[in-house]
């Protein structure tokens, strides 16, 4: 799916465009890796990583959604940057400090320093996104060859999250949690090789929205620190109350600086189109109930059940392991009856899947759980390619890249919020299973409602699919 502006290389000979758009899906797909597996491979290393530095479930909280959260709330401003330093650039120097926040993270002392390196993970991946696209956009400017080189690139994604969960319990169970963050390191050395042999990026002149982009880092890290923080401590505390006031004035902030700019990041007319609102609305959902219930059944199933984080990961490979399956089914379906039907249907199996997670009690035998996970995975496989066609169809084409880019925010910002309410959900609850059971029970009724919002639509002409989710 499109994250941001394309880009257009600087111009060169036909073979040297040939002989470099190897290295530049190479490394491309590298990046694109790199930053869909640091999403979820912290998740199965939480217990861990709590026990070895001494903290709690909103510190583990912050693990996960230091990243997420300023890939989110970036994800916007990338594209423009990107233009406006070359897609090359832009990528190197991603992926640069991507490996430098990479060990700092493995090299954390404490938590603060771990959260931090987070954070600065997050930025990276977030300025990596676009660029990556925009890089094989340069490499091959044979539209059909482009066609082919996105459809690899977009492995690279797929492949991380399913071994996110999967590499991140095999590593923490033998070489211990550090090392989730020091597999970066080889991989992103080899994207930098392979970016040395791509040719120079054309830079292009983009004006970057700075308060849009203040107000929204604010808005969504107030938001996010007022609900994890009030899970813990209470949502009476002045520092909560503070930071949620502060989340309030900085989206109101944002919403005027995005209606009055003269270059707003996020161009509200979008949001006037029926189809581009219940897109948007989707997308959060599908990722919230995805990564908060990755991070909800990672504790439970080491917490509760004392699995080895190994066996905790190996749990979530039938949940992942027919996605790109699914994938394919979507875009068949949707060639034939239209986006609306794949795209409701995926909703109502994941709604399905997290109501039968309800039954998960303290002696539900761990295979049945791992059975159970799995229509919450297809039902986003079947669903995020559908969405993304239908968004895509439904701005005009020299908006395609900013949807694109909106529509991953909101899905970031919606694993976000699910990680922050679903530990204030367990910290708050008198037992660990009762809290895991109100967060299934909202990510359920939300995924309904989505579901039902999307039957709302006008049945849509049929269309071709993108196959990533």
């Known amino acids: 799916m499109v994250t941001g502006p394309p880009t257009?290389?600087?111009?060169?000979?036909?073979?040297?465009?040939?002989?470099?758009?190897?290295?530049?899906?190479?490394?491309?797909?590298?990046?694109?890796f790199l930053i869909s597996l640091d999403a979820l491979i912290v998740t199965v290393a939480l217990p861990d990583i709590g026990h070895n530095l001494d903290v709690g479930m909103s510190g583990l909280q912050w693990v996960v959604d230091g990243y997420t959260l300023m890939f989110a709330a970036l994800m916007l401003s990338a594209g423009a940057l990107s233009d406006r330093v070359g897609a090359k650039q832009a990528f190197g120097a991603g992926l640069v400090l991507f490996t430098m926040a990479s060990m700092a993270c493995g090299l954390a002392p404490g938590l603060a320093v771990l959260v931090t390196a987070r954070l600065v993970q997050g930025a990276a991946a977030?300025?990596?996104?676009?660029?990556?696209?925009?890089?094989v956009r340069q490499g091959y400017p044979d539209q059909a060859e482009r066609a082919r080189a996105i459809a690899v690139w977009t492995v690279g994604g797929a492949v991380a999250v399913a071994a996110g969960p999967i590499v991140g319990g095999a590593l923490t169970a033998t070489a211990g949690w550090r090392w989730i963050f020091y597999v970066n390191l080889p991989a992103a050395v080899l994207a930098l090789a392979l970016l040395t042999r791509v040719p120079e990026s054309r830079r292009l002149p983009s004006r970057l929205d700075w308060l849009g982009q203040v107000t929204a880092v604010l808005a969504m890290g107030g938001l996010t620190y007022g609900v994890?923080?009030?899970?813990?401590?209470?949502?009476?505390?002045?520092?909560?109350?503070?930071?949620?006031?502060?989340?309030?004035?900085?989206?109101?902030?944002?919403?005027?600086?995005?209606?009055?700019?003269?270059?707003?990041?996020?161009?509200?007319?979008?949001?006037?189109?029926?189809?581009?609102?219940?897109?948007?609305?989707v997308g959060f959902m599908l990722n919230a109930a995805y990564y908060g219930g990755v991070f909800d059944f990672s504790l439970y199933l080491q917490q509760e059940r004392g699995q080895t984080a190994l066996h905790a990961g190996l749990m979530f490979i039938p949940m992942t392991a027919l996605v790109a399956v699914v994938n394919l089914a979507s875009a068949r379906l949707a060639a034939r009856y239209g986006p609306r039907v794949p795209m409701a249907a995926g909703q109502l199996v994941g709604t399905a899947g997290l109501l039968s997670l309800l039954t998960v009690g303290t002696h539900t035998p761990v295979w049945v759980v791992?059975?159970?996970?799995?229509?919450?995975?297809?039902?986003?496989?079947?669903?995020?390619?559908?969405?993304?066609?239908?968004?895509?169809?439904?701005?005009?084409?020299?908006?395609?890249?900013?949807?694109?880019?909106?529509?991953?925010?909101a899905r970031q910002v919606g694993g976000a919020i699910a990680v922050a309410v679903f530990g204030a959900l367990l910290a708050g609850?008198?037992?660990?299973?009762?809290?895991?059971?109100w967060s299934m029970l909202l990510a359920a009724a939300g995924l309904l409602a989505t579901a039902g919002a999307t039957l709302t639509l006008r049945r849509s002409r049929r269309a071709d699919v993108p196959t990533a989710a």
């Open 370 to 409: 791992a059975v159970l996970m799995v229509p919450v995975g297809l039902g986003g496989a079947l669903a995020v390619p559908a969405l993304t066609a239908m968004l895509l169809d439904a701005v005009p084409a020299d908006r395609a890249g900013t949807a694109g880019a909106v529509l991953n925010t």
């Open 228 to 281: 994890i923080e009030g899970g813990a401590q209470g949502f009476g505390r002045t520092g909560v109350v503070v930071s949620l006031a502060v989340a309030v004035a900085a989206a109101v902030g944002f919403l005027v600086a995005q209606a009055r700019g003269s270059h707003p990041m996020l161009p509200l007319p979008l949001f006037r189109t029926r189809v581009v609102a219940v897109s948007l609305v």
């Open 126 to 135: 977030a300025v990596m996104m676009p660029a990556s696209l925009s890089l």
């Open 8 to 32: 257009t290389g600087t111009p060169s000979p036909p073979t040297a465009v040939r002989s470099g758009s190897t290295a530049v899906l190479g490394a491309a797909l590298l990046g694109f």
């Open 429 to 437: 609850a008198d037992s660990f299973l009762r809290g895991m059971h």
